[in-house]
């Protein structure tokens, strides 16, 4: 099967204060294939954002080499920005703008025919027609995550990168998110995703990658990565309902009453 | 070029949704220039030559003291792009990597401009008056854009470095406050010497002079290419600067 994304001995060094150096990323290989949710998984300051901030064309890499969509980052970066979207840490919507205007603004930059009618069925399909109109600045965590996302599928990039998609949000807004990332890959997108949330992981990727202090130590599927470890024991203990379990069943039940 | 006009017409939109931006860019300029006229023009005229028209004298400095405002506002939409992350979006996007931050400055200079038209229009309705011919308006106009410029690109390093709203806009007080230690308002002849000497080797008053004197069809000088090389100088050391901070951060 084609590669989407292609990584090889990336290496990146960060110049911190008075020429002390950190090595951020010491040679990080991966490959991610056509149409898959890969997901990159690792504690703060591992080098999640690093590697996405590479691969999509903000920072420069200082030695190794990758290809987006087979393009190449160092001779192509035109290409990959053509092909890509960045979906950061951070809601990036502007507050001032409404919501409608936001997936406009994107659709007129990249140059997108129908602006108006590509926006309304955007936020159809993120269930923002009723806030359609409305200030960003207004809108909820979880809604301005989703019109993030709807403003990175203008142009219908063949590769999308979100950075810790759902740090940050309530547990509804983070199922709204994983829903939509869901339907993206079955859509045909391919995902790259970062986390550190293990369940997040677990649930969203077909393949995850463990990166640690700038080093991939396990990569593979679910199955593959629970094989690393010895075969398990069977024990039996009372399922316990976690709190999130109960909150989303207290708050279900609010909703459907 | 078509790229950076879209991304000014989304900052234009939030000046005209930001009821905030234009009271304190074009009303209170204009509240200050009522003050000026009505409560101390009475009292100045005393030290000034005989015919002097007020309206017309204090005119320059409203302008540039309008312009300092407006850039604090620069400082502080480039400020709200940065912490919200619109920086990343926008350059992982096929469009020019420039293309942003041009739509700041070029804002900047599209929003000033029109405050300077608004003020120039309440200035004539209270009396202002001037003999000078379209060369001289045009003169006056391009120092206005090269201030504005200047200032813009001393606003873009705070607005890409400061930590918070505080930080961004706080450099713009020294800058509002330079017309009132110029030859703006009064003669810098009535001041003490110390103050004096600032007062007319500071860029304010060869602007303001410049100004002052295209307005009224007078000879201007040498004090109009004292007045050009303070805000190029600026321009080019605040853009180095800017620059600097702008491929550090983002």
Same mark, same amino acid.
């Given at each position: 099967m084609e590669n989407a994304i292609e990584v090889k001995s990336l290496r990146k060094i960060f110049a911190g204060a008075k020429g002390a150096k950190t090595a951020v990323l010491k040679g990080v290989d991966f490959t991610v294939r056509k149409g898959e949710i890969f997901a990159l998984l690792g504690s703060n300051g591992a080098g999640k954002t690093t590697t996405i901030n590479i691969l999509s064309t903000l920072l420069k890499s200082?030695?190794?080499?990758?290809?987006?969509?087979?393009?190449?980052l160092l001779s192509q970066p035109g290409k990959i920005r053509q092909s890509i979207s960045l979906t950061g840490q951070f809601a990036a919507v502007d507050e001032i703008l409404t919501g409608?205007?936001?997936?406009?603004?994107? +659709?007129?930059?990249?140059?997108?025919? *129908?602006?108006?009618?590509? +926006?309304?069925?955007?936020?159809?399909?993120?269930?923002?027609?009723? +806030?359609?109109? *409305?200030? +960003?600045?207004?809108?909820?965590?979880g809604m301005k995550r989703r019109l993030d996302i709807a403003m990175g599928l203008v142009g219908k990039p063949a590769v999308i990168f979100l950075d810790e998609p759902t740090t940050g949000l309530d547990p509804e807004g983070r199922?709204?998110?994983? *829903?939509?990332?869901k339907e993206?890959?079955?859509?045909?997108t391919t995902i790259l995703l970062t986390t550190q949330y293990l369940e997040e992981a677990e649930q969203l990727a077909g393949r995850i990658a463990i990166l640690h202090e700038g080093r991939i130590i396990a990569n593979g599927t679910l199955e593959e990565l629970k094989k690393l470890f010895p075969s398990a024991k069977v024990e039996y203990i009372e399922k316990q309902p976690t709190l999130e379990d109960i909150f989303l069943a207290i708050i279900g039940k609010k909703e459907n009453t | 070029m078509k790229h950076t006009g879209i991304l000014t017409g989304r900052l234009m939109k939030h000046i005209l949704r930001s009821p905030d931006t234009i009271i304190t860019v074009a009303i209170t300029p204009i509240a200050m220039m009522l003050m000026f006229v009505y409560v101390f023009g009475g009292a100045v005229k005393t030290s000034l030559a005989t015919n002097v028209n007020y309206v017309n004298y204090q005119l320059p400095g409203i302008l540039l003291i309008a312009i300092a405002s407006g850039?604090?506002?620069?400082?502080?939409?480039?400020?709200m792009d940065v912490q919200q992350g619109m920086f990343p979006r926008f350059n992982s996007m096929p469009i020019g990597r420039s293309a942003v931050l041009w739509s700041h400055v070029l804002t900047s200079l599209l929003s000033n401009m029109i405050t300077i038209v608004i003020i120039i229009l309440v200035a004539l309705i209270m009396g202002f008056r001037s003999s000078a011919g379209i060369l001289n308006w045009l003169v006056v106009m391009g120092i206005l854009v090269l201030y504005t410029l200047a200032l813009t690109w001393v606003a873009v390093i705070?607005?890409?470095?400061?930590?918070? &709203?505080?930080?961004?806009?706080?450099?713009?007080? #020294?800058?509002?406050?330079?017309p009132f230690l110029s030859s703006a308002f009064v #003669?810098?002849?009535?001041?003490?010497?110390?103050?004096?000497?600032?007062?007319?080797?500071? #860029? &304010?008053?060869?602007?303001?002079?410049?100004?002052?004197?295209?307005?009224s069809n007078q000879p201007v000088g040498n004090e109009i290419w004292v007045a050009l090389a303070w805000c190029v100088g600026i321009i080019a050391v605040a853009w180095f600067f800017a620059m600097r901070a702008y491929k550090s951060r983002i």
């Open positions: 200082d030695e190794g080499s990758a290809t987006v969509n087979g393009f190449d409608r205007e936001n997936v406009m603004l994107i +659709a007129q930059l990249r140059n997108i025919p *129908k602006p108006a009618q590509l +926006a309304d069925s955007l936020l159809e399909r993120f269930g923002l027609t009723d +806030a359609a109109n *409305k200030p +960003a600045g207004t809108y909820s965590g199922l709204e998110v994983w *829903k939509t990332v993206l890959a079955d859509g045909g | 850039i604090a506002y620069t400082a502080y939409r480039l400020l705070p607005g890409i470095t400061a930590k918070s &709203v505080e930080g961004a806009s706080a450099f713009s007080y #020294p800058l509002l406050f330079l #003669p810098t002849q009535t001041m003490p010497i110390v103050l004096r000497v600032f007062a007319e080797n500071q #860029p &304010v008053t060869s602007i303001v002079n410049s100004i002052r004197a295209l307005l």
